[in-house]
């Protein structure tokens, strides 16, 4: 038993597994945050996510959505993200301009009234910009051009000319 002992003594004084403790709490500690709050960040710019994304849905059903059947640039957003902060305002500037022939949305993924269609559209980074020909559907070209407006509205005039 004294070598046992004196294993476990001269374990726990060493500083590292001491921190390593600290740290292994504090892991269980934001895990069960989350499991109590999904939406909980605990401020770690990661671009990463827990689990899938599953189901479908039918986007008639989506509150403040008009599914129809014209052209739709849908913007998804996370008010916490750096990217979509810079890329928002080019993109509210594209709606005041209001281009013929097409629908443009800003959709906060983070709001619980979307959360379906979000879902439902699998979308796990931020921004997500996606081009719909017909309405909001699972038919979608995603967009690949800078965040500026004149990347989105070179964009759209690429996605209306095909």
Not at 41 to 57: D, E, F, Q
Not at 84 to 106: D, H, Q, R, T, V
Not at 130 to 135: E, L, S, V
Request: some cysteine.
């Amino acid at each position: 038993m004294p070598k046992l002992n004196n294993a476990v003594d001269s374990m726990m004084s060493n500083p590292l597994v001491h921190v390593i403790c600290v740290l292994i709490i504090i892991i269980i500690v934001l895990a069960i945050i989350r499991i109590i709050y999904p939406s909980f960040s605990a401020g770690v710019g990661l671009n990463a996510h827990v689990g899938t994304l599953k189901g479908s849905a039918n986007f008639e059903a989506f509150e403040g959505f008009d599914n129809h059947n014209s052209p739709t640039l849908a913007m998804y957003y996370a008010d916490w993200c750096g990217h979509c902060k810079k890329a928002k305002p080019y993109f509210e500037e594209l709606m005041k301009k209001n281009p013929n022939g097409i629908s443009l949305m800003l959709i906060d993924a983070e709001d619980k009234k979307n959360a379906d269609l979000v879902k439902s559209q699998n979308i796990q980074g931020f921004p997500t910009i996606r081009y719909y020909a017909n309405g909001l559907n699972n038919d979608y070209k995603e967009f690949d051009g800078e965040r500026t407006l004149q990347g989105f509205q070179d964009f759209i005039g690429r996605m209306m000319n095909n």
